[in-house]
């Protein structure tokens, strides 16, 4: 079901002399219970895009709708219980409990003091064990690290009971694991909650693996919308990151770096070792396989077996113990050049 | 237990409020007994007329000056530090007071010179004239400020210009001064220094009595200051039009500053520091409790400052300013860093 539509919308910046537009004729919609991510170069108006739909600037024209209702048409009130944000923006208060900031996602629907009544202290609870922060919501928030922070402002959304949630780059600077709870966290939001959830990021492998739609924004498409696997299969996200040095692993369903290769080893082995030689190898400029057909071979091995053999032709079997000696007996067989 | 603390230190700086005013009562260049304070503060008739008069037309109205214009600035000050999200903002930041000053420069330093009679010597009338100088002066800055926060997005331009209003204001009066007769020059600097005994009996209860009106009001606000805190886009996204909220902070903080400023001239220090002395001693920035006791601990310190400032031997020499800044400042510095010890430790 589709929470939040866009009809023929254009977004950017008006000033009294000029129009700058950032994208224009943008026709699609989010579903609700499914996580979509925004991915697109830096400049391309990723935020302006958040931005105009959290109703934090006007849009040009075109409409959007949200819960079936156009954006304009909703007071601060109601769209305060419509749309959750978690943004860029560090909130960096002093002397404030994690609790306290999520109490704060109640505001909307606290009386004149802001005091939290017996419900509310009910729904932030449930959102700090959603959000599984039990341990850090009696810390201040100054002290909380910025992933920690983080889930904190996710639970402060959640607390805020709407159906929307927008997150503008959640997962920048954060460490690679962090990365990966966040994007895991709200993937099972949207399952457990329902809630329609829609981020941008410039964390290609994670969006492509965790979201269920990915919307593709440049310049010179607009904006391209798919599952993940569609995108791929239609050459979309090939072309979207065409550039030197990068390439669409079609078998992976991921991006990797190109390699130049300036010479070639026959690999012969499987499992894990096998792929971690090849992975080395090609690093290093050498293309290495099953399939290539060169007169320098290795052999990986697997798992059981330890070590690797080297074999040169006019040589004897070169035995190695790691990748790193492996690395250095290799440069020294090759032709050079 | 956070709770019990916050309840025991409430309970401390309340009985700091009354035990300081009454030694405001007690002490000064006349000594005048305890019983017979008491018995001219509840009504008793029967002590000599001097003593009633020190009590009920200096010492009294002092006290309570001091006690609201702490309780308005320290406000003033809470305000001005949680919209600017800066801790160094205080009520004069946005050179509302500068513009209090400019109003009074204009009639200090002009008087002698065009109506040809020093201005200090005009007694009551003065009194008035300077008063009404220093607020049109301070709301008209302040008016300034409101316009352009509508027409300004940043809190960081607004703040700066503020500063410029203030150094604007600062040169007029550098000017003002290099025309000026002499006594017309000592009697601005006096009004500079601030003070919490100019203000007399009539004038008192005016003061007072707005001030007992603006304060509450300002307590309307706390709701929209917890949000503001947590930065613009949240806030609004929370439901809070920001615009509207800021126009109302800075106007409320503006007409606090305007006020305790026309009477009492520009009291410095107080409302940058008890703010701060209270997220120390209270470890919350919740305004729902800051507010309230910003305005006690506000109070208790300008008491303890006009008490200090007229403890024998100083008789009234002592500037308020300089009592404020010179015995309150190392005190808020030793406490804020004793917390800030204690906060590492903990972490």
Redesign the interface.
């Known amino acids: 079901m589709s929470t939040v539509r866009l009809v023929n919308l254009s977004i950017g910046y008006k000033s009294k002399h000029d129009t700058k537009v950032v994208a224009e004729g943008i026709c699609t919609e989010i579903n609700g219970g499914e996580l979509t991510c925004l991915l697109g170069a830096n400049g391309v108006g990723k935020s302006t895009l958040l931005r105009t739909l959290?109703a934090?600037q006007p849009k040009l024209s075109g409409e959007i709708f949200i819960m079936d209702r156009e954006l304009g048409t909703y007071s601060?009130?109601e769209?305060?219980?419509t749309?959750?944000?978690v943004?860029t923006?560090?909130?960096?208060?002093?002397?404030?409990s994690a609790r306290?900031?999520i109490g704060?996602?109640r505001?909307?629907y606290?009386g004149?003091?802001?005091?939290l009544g017996e419900e509310d202290s009910r729904i932030v609870e449930e959102s700090i064990a959603l959000v599984k922060i039990e341990n850090l919501a009696s810390r201040m928030v100054h002290?909380l690290s910025d992933g920690e922070r983080q889930k904190v402002m996710i639970a402060?959304a959640l607390a805020?009971q709407t159906p929307v949630i927008f997150l503008d780059e959640p997962t920048a600077f954060l460490d690679f694991p962090s990365k990966v709870e966040i994007m895991q966290l709200l993937h099972q939001l949207t399952r457990e909650t329902g809630k329609t959830i829609f981020l941008s990021t410039h964390d290609l492998e994670l969006a492509l693996q965790i979201a269920d739609k990915i919307w593709l924004m440049d310049k010179q498409h607009g904006i391209t919308i798919g599952t993940p696997e569609d995108l791929a299969l239609e050459g979309h996200l090939s072309s979207f990151f065409a550039r030197k040095g990068i390439v669409f692993d079609m078998e992976t369903g991921l991006f990797r770096i190109e390699n130049q290769y300036t010479s070639r080893i026959r690999l012969i082995g499987h499992g894990q070792k096998y792929a971690m030689v090849r992975k080395a190898l090609q690093r290093n400029g050498v293309l290495a396989n099953r399939n290539v057909e060169a007169d320098v071979w290795v052999e990986t091995g697997d798992l059981t077996t330890s070590g690797f053999k080297i074999n040169a032709p006019g040589k004897p079997v070169m035995e190695v113990a790691n990748i790193a000696e492996l690395l250095s007996a290799v440069a020294n067989v090759l032709p050079r050049g | 237990m956070g709770r019990g603390r916050n309840t025991i230190w409430m309970f401390f700086i309340t009985v700091s409020i009354v035990v300081f005013l009454l030694l405001n009562m007690l002490l000064g260049s006349v000594s005048i007994p305890f019983s017979s304070v008491w018995n001219v503060l509840v009504g008793g008739g029967d002590e000599p007329v001097a003593w009633q008069n020190i009590i009920l037309k200096s010492r009294l109205p002092q006290a309570l000056t001091a006690l609201v214009a702490g309780a308005g600035l320290s406000i003033s000050g809470l305000q001005m530090q949680t919209i600017f999200?800066n801790p160094l903002a205080g009520p004069s930041v946005l050179g509302i007071s500068s513009g209090a000053s400019l109003g009074v420069a204009f009639v200090v330093l002009l008087s002698g010179k065009l109506g040809g009679v020093a201005l200090s010597r005009l007694g009551f009338i003065g009194e008035v004239a300077l008063s009404v100088a220093a607020i049109v002066g301070a709301l008209s800055v302040m008016g300034l400020i409101v316009f352009a926060s509508r027409k300004i997005r940043g809190s960081v331009t607004l703040l700066i210009i503020g500063v410029m209003i203030g150094y604007i204001a600062n040169a007029v009066i550098g000017v003002l001064k290099f025309f000026s007769v002499e006594e017309d020059i000592k009697a601005y600097v006096i009004w500079g220094l601030g003070s919490f005994a100019r203000v007399s009996g009539n004038q008192m209860m005016l003061f007072v009595t707005i001030m007992a009106v603006i304060i509450p009001l300002s307590f309307l606000l706390?709701?929209p200051l917890?949000?503001l805190?947590?930065?613009?886009?949240?806030a609004?996204?929370?439901?809070?039009?920001i615009n509207r909220a800021r126009v109302w902070v800075i106007t409320c903080s503006g007409v606090l500053t305007a006020i305790v400023t026309a009477y009492c001239g520009p009291i410095i220090f107080l409302g940058l520091a008890v703010p701060h002395l209270c997220?120390a001693i209270f470890?919350?920035?919740?305004h729902?409790i800051l507010m309230p006791t910003s305005m006690l601990v506000g109070a208790s310190l300008a008491l303890l400052c006009n008490l200090i400032a007229r403890l024998p031997g100083f008789e009234g020499a002592l500037p308020v300013n300089s009592v404020t800044a010179l015995v309150g400042a190392p005190v808020v510095a030793s406490v804020l860093f004793r917390k800030r010890k204690r906060n590492e430790v903990e972490?």
């Open positions: 959290s934090f601060d009130k769209l305060s219980k749309i959750g944000v943004l923006e560090k909130c960096d208060v002093r002397n404030m306290e900031l704060m996602g505001s909307p606290t004149f003091w802001g005091t002290t402060k805020q | 999200r706390i709701k917890n949000l805190m947590l930065g613009d886009g949240y609004r996204n929370l439901g809070l039009n997220r470890q919350t920035s919740d729902r972490i």
